[in-house]
Nanobody, 116 residues
Framework: QVTLVESGGDLVQPGGSLRLSCAAS????????MGWYRQAPEKEREAVAL???????RYGDFVKGRFTLSRDFAKNTVYLQMQSLKPEDTAVYYC??????????WGQGTQVTVSS
């Protein structure tokens, strides 16, 4: 069973930056995709960014160059570097991974709050 552990959520002022981390329990080479979703209160969960095993990245339209997804194979960790944060980025951010054999897994979520 895959375990994903997120960290890095915090309260930050508008225009600030945060880096979220998602540590997987096994080699991230076994994941077809890894990425981040977010869910704000009373809103649907939406895709933020994902990376394929080949290294292709995709971002939600609202990201507009502000976020960068990266990975560290030695640490089995995927990072989401977020800059120029806006109040509308406030949400619970969830790590998602699709394992080539066991399918879909989710982390427990980490709260990001952008407020002055």
């Amino acid at each position: 069973q895959v375990t994903l552990v997120e960290s890095g959520g915090d309260l930050v002022q508008p225009g600030g930056s945060l880096r979220l981390s998602c540590a997987a329990s096994g080699s991230i080479l076994n994941f077809v995709t890894m990425g981040w979703y977010r869910q704000a209160p009373e809103k649907e969960r939406e895709a933020v960014a994902l990376i394929t095993v080949a290294g292709t990245t995709r971002y939600g339209d609202f990201v507009k160059g502000r976020f960068t997804l990266s990975r560290d194979f030695a640490k089995n960790t995927v990072y989401l570097q977020m800059q120029s944060l806006k109040p509308e980025d406030t949400a619970v951010y969830y790590c998602n991974a699709v394992h080539r054999y066991s399918g879909d897994s989710w982390g427990q979520g980490t709260q990001v709050t952008v407020s002055s």
